[in-house]
């Protein structure tokens, strides 16, 4: 089984949002070390399109939605990105994600093996 999804934003879009959005979509975990950045819209955005991507892919193997906030966008020691998923039947799967984020806009692919 291999599974695929991306999906691309434009950073201005999380620029102003509200705690009561961040907090809907983000975890704590992901807050922090966003809002830590200067530039915090594009490690949130860069989150945001591995969360959605994370989603187009498991739907592409009939696997039931999950929430935003049961997929988690965490960082490796070595700086690496990694899918944490914090519902057990997503946990079967293998996740490799790559995501980059520019002036305007942030991308992310993932698959799934």
Known sequence: MLAIG???????RFENKDKKFLNRIFTKKELDYCLSKKYFAQHLCARFCAKEATIKALSTIGAKKPTFREIEILKKENGAPYINILVNEYKKYDFLISFSHEKNKAIAFVVIK
């Open 6 to 12: 991306v999906d691309i934003e434009e950073i201005s």
